[in-house]
């Protein structure tokens, strides 16, 4: 089956770059997402990526793909206050399995922004 | 406000009651999905429907659960008989066929007392 593992936890000072990372470990996922979610609300798309992608931007959002080490990061450059919240990646598995359209979420990983 | 809604935001009950939520997607969109969002957790997929069938369930989904999507526009998933265990935040999403992104919803938090 699939897992999706991220790190609980970053901590990093306004202005800097944060980066979290993401393993999985379904190699046919088709499309890997970043969501985020702030305290008491649903999840927020932030980007996604294709599987035969190896980087994409996207304003301060950087994301990157290794597929070979099935290991996914999403960079945000400037960390704001405003970026404190959880966030998930998640994997699509391509649709004709049993698993159809569904997306397999990590456990998040808290990002605190110091000012 | 054309996101997708859910309804109600809260919810507590008592062990042994039946719930029902509700969830509106964005119009155009014929695909619809359920997960359940425990404490410290990621999202972890229900059941999924395309237009009115229901397509895949989760082995997560007992035969206490059942969802609905009678005219392939809003979707019911109701409870029966509740547990303490199925406290947990209930999220919706939608997507297009064509497009490859699920938008989610604000989520129905329910306490099971």
């Known amino acids: 089956g699939e897992d999706v593992e991220q790190s609980l936890f970053l901590s990093v000072r306004e202005g800097d770059s944060s980066v979290i990372n993401c393993t999985y470990t379904?190699?046919?996922?088709?499309?890997l997402y970043w969501y985020k979610q702030e305290p008491g609300a649903g999840l927020q798309l932030l980007t996604y990526?294709?599987?035969?992608?190896d980087m994409k931007q996207d304003q301060r959002l950087t994301v990157l793909l290794n597929k070979k080490d099935k290991h996914l990061s999403l960079r945000i450059a400037d960390t704001q206050t405003g970026d404190s919240a959880i966030y998930f990646c998640?994997?699509?598995?391509?649709?004709?399995?049993?698993?159809?359209?569904?997306?397999?979420f990590g456990g998040g990983t808290r990002l605190m922004v110091k000012p | 406000d054309t996101g997708v809604s859910q309804d109600p935001r809260h919810k507590i009950t008592k062990r042994g009651q039946n719930v029902t939520f509700r969830c509106d997607p964005i119009?155009?969109?014929?695909?619809l999905y359920w997960y359940r969002q425990t404490l410290g957790q990621g999202p972890e997929f229900l059941t999924y429907?395309?237009?009115?069938?229901?397509?895949?369930k989760s082995r997560l989904l007992s035969d206490r659960f059942s969802a609905e999507r009678p005219k392939g526009s809003f979707s019911t998933l109701e409870i029966q008989r509740t547990e303490q265990g199925d406290s947990a935040m209930y999220l919706c999403?939608?997507?297009?066929?064509?497009?490859?992104?699920?938008?989610f919803g604000p989520g129905t938090r329910l306490t099971v007392l």
């Open positions: 998640a994997e699509k598995t391509p649709p004709g399995n049993n698993a159809g359209n569904m997306l397999t």
């Open positions: 990526i294709f599987s035969n992608m």
């Open positions: 119009s155009e969109h014929n695909r």
């Open positions: 999403a939608s997507s297009f066929t064509l497009y490859n992104e699920q938008f």
């Open positions: 379904d190699s046919s996922s088709t499309y």
């Open positions: 429907f395309q237009n009115e069938a229901q397509l895949e």
